[in-house]
């Protein structure tokens, strides 16, 4: 079966500090990837979402960045961290091509202080 | 664009009795697909429901069952017999283009003993 795996569940940074956070899904090949963010007491937004290696889409203009290096792997990266960056990041993947759900990770909490 | 609208913030059932969640939402397309997804206090997004559009039938999974209205764009959540593991927020998602959800803001439910 599949499953996915985000780490860190929790993160503290400084204001102005990089970001690095990791999702890998098991169990399938060539999945949709997305991360989504959930700021305190509002929906979840789509950040970017992948089709395929290196196939980065962005939805949000920010200071944020993804990167996929390898078919079951997606990063979400910041050179310098703002304090709206703060909130809940999740991870999703979803089938191969047109996508018809999608299965979360159990999510990031970042705090920039 | 496609809009999803969850227009009640916070609900709240006494345990054993029916709550219905509400929403609406927007598409130009004629195929898609309709979600929603519980996430309790944990922070993990659970699908609890799946209806596609061109699908007459209302989808059903156990307790959890939807009013899929196509013409009027709605798509209520009905929990019957409401336990108390089914307190979360709960968020309705669509997706039309087959590359990534879209979700309303979300509606927070409280089951009372």
């Known amino acids: 079966s599949q499953t996915i795996h985000q780490w860190p569940a929790t993160l503290v940074q400084p204001v102005g500090s990089p970001l690095s956070l990791e999702c890998t899904v098991e169990g399938t090949s060539n999945p949709n990837l997305y991360w989504y963010r959930q700021a305190a007491g509002r929906g979840l937004q789509l950040l970017f979402y992948s089709v395929g290696i290196g196939q980065i889409s962005s939805e949000v203009p920010q200071n944020l960045s993804a990167s996929r290096p390898q078919d079951r792997q997606f990063i979400l990266s910041s050179k310098k961290l703002l304090l709206s960056d703060s909130g809940f990041y999740l991870c999703?993947?979803?089938?191969?091509?047109?996508?018809?759900?999608?299965?979360f990770g159990q999510g990031t909490r970042l705090t920039v202080v | 664009a496609q809009t999803v609208t969850q227009s009640q913030p916070e609900m709240s059932v006494q345990e054993a009795e029916t709550v219905t969640l509400s929403c609406t939402y927007d598409?130009?397309?004629?195929?898609?697909?309709l979600f929603w997804y519980k996430q309790p206090p944990s922070r993990q997004m659970i699908l609890v429901i799946r209806q596609e559009a061109y699908k007459q039938q209302n989808a059903t999974e156990n307790r959890f069952s939807v009013n899929f209205q196509k013409a009027a764009k709605s798509f209520s959540l009905k929990i019957s017999d409401s336990q108390l593991g089914d307190t979360a927020m709960y968020f309705c998602?669509?997706?039309?283009?087959?590359?990534?959800?879209?979700f309303g803001k979300g509606t927070s439910l409280l089951v009372t003993p």
């Open positions: 999703a993947w979803g089938g191969d091509k047109v996508l018809t759900e999608a299965f």
């Open positions: 598409t130009s397309e004629s195929n898609y697909y």
């Open positions: 998602a669509l997706t039309d283009s087959g590359y990534a959800l879209n």
